[in-house]
């Protein structure tokens, strides 16, 4: 869809980013939803596509039910924040839904606290910990408002959502549970109609 956008803008030479978000403008809070579907140029789309497409697929794939509120929440929350108190000029770009998610991740092995989680939160830890220079006002054609409002809105998510999706042991091995009950069942029966030896019956030993 963002490449589809940039394309368009291309073939047809027109520039889109009048339809970004502008701060504390009534007429900039469409940007909101715009925002990240717009890039400057090329090289800001490529910078934001593997990243939005490698993180949004984490967070699908391991946290499935949160997904898509969690998108949501990212759009608005982050648009809503950094229209409220960036500075004088529009905003677009991909790159606080980049730093939403890696946040979420993140954060979500912090407070979850399991195995898979917590590596996850490594793997993020690992490809995108230079996202962090991203936080600081260094470049002034840089939205670090937006950075920060996305990574604030990830680690709230992660947070308030931090007892969903959680694997269960019965979900992870069904088929071990399965198994575990008929041997149980069997152990049962066996100890109901088990018959002592006699004292007439040699016990067997067996060398170690």
């Not at 770009?93 to 917590?118: H, T």
């Not at 230079?130 to 990830?154: F, K, M, R, T």
């Amino acid at each position: 869809m963002i490449w589809l956008i940039k394309i368009l803008e291309t073939l047809l030479e027109v520039n889109l980013a009048a339809y970004g978000l502008f701060p504390r403008q009534v007429s900039g809070l469409l940007g909101i939803v715009t925002a990240p579907f717009l890039h400057g140029d090329y090289l800001h789309l490529i910078s934001n596509t593997l990243p939005v497409f490698l993180l949004s697929t984490f967070s699908f794939y391991a946290y499935p039910r949160v997904a898509v509120p969690l998108t949501v929440w990212l759009f608005l929350a982050t648009g809503l924040w950094t229209w409220s108190f960036a500075r004088d000029a529009y905003h677009i770009g991909a790159s606080g839904l980049v730093y939403g998610y890696a946040s979420f991740l993140f954060f979500s092995g912090w407070f979850r606290r399991e195995r898979e989680a917590q590596a996850l939160s490594l793997v993020v830890v690992f490809l995108y910990s230079g996202l962090l220079l991203g936080l600081v006002p260094a470049d002034n054609h840089i939205s670090w408002e937006s950075h920060l409002s996305g990574s604030v809105a990830g680690l709230g998510f992660a947070y308030f959502f931090r007892q969903t999706d959680v694997p269960q042991a019965s979900n992870l091995h069904p088929e071990a549970e399965a198994w575990s009950e008929e041997e149980n069942h069997e152990i049962r029966l066996n100890h109901i109609f088990y018959t002592p030896p006699n004292s007439s019956q040699k016990r067997q030993i067996w060398p170690k």
